[in-house]
């Protein structure tokens, strides 16, 4: 059972991989302020602000809309 959750874990698309993400990708992102709720913020990739190639938090983008966070999720798959 626990190797099966494992696989879903990894098919997943989560914002934790940099060469994932590209500019314009659809995301939900955690916002600083949001990190004890858990709320999601949703919006588009304007800039990968994240250097290396993966953190376990996820990788640090900032939105068209100038919000800046850390993406939990990767609504599309390109």
């Known amino acids: 059972m626990s190797f099966y959750v494992a696989l879903l874990k990894i098919d997943k698309m989560d914002g934790t991989v940099r060469s994932k993400l590209k500019i314009g990708m659809e995301v939900q992102i955690v916002l600083k302020a949001d990190q004890r709720t858990g709320i999601l913020t949703h919006g588009f990739v304007k800039q990968i602000l994240t250097k290396s ?25 390109s």
């Open 53 to 77: 190639p993966n953190h376990p938090h996820g990788i640090k983008v900032k939105l068209e809309s100038g919000e800046i966070g850390r993406v939990k999720e990767i609504c599309e798959a």
